[in-house]
């Protein structure tokens, strides 16, 4: 595949299928739903074909790397990622606020 | 084969209880988990106390792990022919590195690891490469190289570290810290097992004059004292190009001047917006002439900077 030209999807529009964000993160059906229930996941569209956007994916493979390395339940993995999430807008804040002292 | 002293990177010792082996690992899991800490290292770091744990962790392959002796960290060792006999496939091969061992051990005894045996499906790795953008790339898209090592499986049913290389087209519009999916493009699926992804994570490179706060940018925005005090025409730079722009009077530092839609562009249409900062500066001379308008200026003006900082504080 060298010299291959790849075209990644397109962030903005593009979705993901239920069967491909469980076989590219581990977690399970349960879990999946669970960590809807929770809001954490936001699909792109609500059974009975459930659809995520992909952005979705990473956050599944993070919530499924904490799970296996410090053993987490859904509620951790929730709670986990609800900080995590809080912890990335508060970094682009600071980030915004940074940029606008002087040098 | 090189020797890694999995004891050492748990920071515990040889004869440690399973419960210590456990405690050791979780603390320093927080303390270099890739998703939680940020610090330089750290992925490295925790691949490697996560390899110890994955040994040390399951009674069967700490036992074999012990069975191998003492040797001095990265010193060449081989394992006895028993040894090799037992969880080894095919001869001689030595490139192979004791994690790999280790992770076909589990294949062997279909113990706790969280790879599962080969005979059904299992789905290849993703995979991840960083590249740094200039801003300039980023707001009209360009397209990036990349070389990667992704785990192969060869006819024999060894695991090898191939090298792939290739280009990626990197959209406009991309943002610090967004990861582009590749769907299919990572490591090989095993058993008939689908590919993994390729994931290209976009960093933005510092740039000389503006930085990038999600799709806005910043620019720091010198202007002279009075051409704060009565407005003024000035010529403000931009991705773009320069831009024209007309100071209100009585512009304060601080203060920040929208340029709509002069930020990077989004993916479809619109962009982010350029604020220009307002600096109010001094030259670090100022000539005979100056200092006597700014005494006349001085005399001429009742303002008080500092007229809410006088008296008391009314809570003490």
């Known amino acids: 595949m060298d010299d291959d030209l790849l075209i990644p999807d397109d962030n903005e529009g593009c979705t993901v299928a239920l069967e491909e964000l469980l076989a590219a993160s581990g977690l399970g059906h349960e879990e999946v739903i669970e960590l809807v229930q929770f809001g954490v996941f936001r699909c792109a569209q609500h059974a009975p074909v459930w659809t995520f956007h992909v952005h979705t994916l990473s956050l599944a493979c993070r919530a499924a790397r904490l799970r296996d390395d410090f053993g987490l339940n859904v509620s951790g993995m929730a709670l986990a990622l609800t900080y995590l999430e809080r912890i990335e807008a508060l970094e682009g804040r600071l980030r915004e606020l940074e940029s606008q002292l002087p040098r | ?316």
Request: aromatic share 6%.
């Open chain 2, 1 to 316: 084969m090189k020797f890694k002293d999995y004891y050492a990177s748990l920071g515990v010792e040889r004869d440690a209880t399973g419960e210590e082996i456990k405690k050791a690992y979780r603390k320093l899991a927080r303390q270099y988990h890739p998703d939680v800490a940020k610090q330089e290292g750290a992925e490295e770091r925790f691949k490697e106390i996560s390899e110890a744990y994955q040994t040390l962790s399951d009674q069967e392959k700490r036992q074999a792990y012990d069975d191998l002796g003492r040797h001095g960290p990265g010193e060449e060792f081989h394992p006895s022919p028993e040894w090799e006999t037992r969880f080894s496939r095919g001869g001689g091969q030595q490139e192979v590195d004791l994690a790999d061992l280790f992770e076909r051990m589990g294949f062997a005894t279909g113990g706790g690891s969280r790879r599962q045996a080969a005979d059904f499906p299992i789905r290849g790795q993703d995979v991840e490469v960083a590249t740094e953008l200039s801003l300039e790339q980023a707001a009209r898209g360009t397209e990036v190289s990349f070389s990667l090592s992704v785990p192969a499986l060869r006819a024999d049913g060894r695991v090898e570290t191939q090298t792939r290389s290739g280009r990626i087209r990197v959209p406009r519009g991309v943002v610090e810290g967004e990861r582009l999916r590749v769907p299919g493009k990572g490591g090989d699926g095993i058993a008939g097992g689908a590919p993994g992804d390729l994931y290209l994570e976009v960093r933005l490179a510092p740039h000389p004059r503006f930085k990038a706060v999600g799709h806005d940018l910043y620019l720091e925005l010198p202007i002279a004292p009075w051409e704060a005090a009565l407005g003024a025409d000035i010529t403000v730079p931009s991705l773009d190009g320069p831009v024209a722009v007309s100071l209100k009077p009585g512009m304060r530092s601080g203060q920040k001047l929208r340029l709509a839609g002069k930020g990077l562009p989004h993916r479809r249409d619109g962009a982010g917006d350029l604020y220009g900062v307002i600096q109010i500066m001094l030259p670090e001379r100022i000539g005979e002439r100056e200092q006597a308008l700014y005494r006349e200026l001085a005399e001429a003006s009742s303002f008080s900077p500092r007229h809410h900082l006088e008296g008391p504080t009314t809570d003490g």
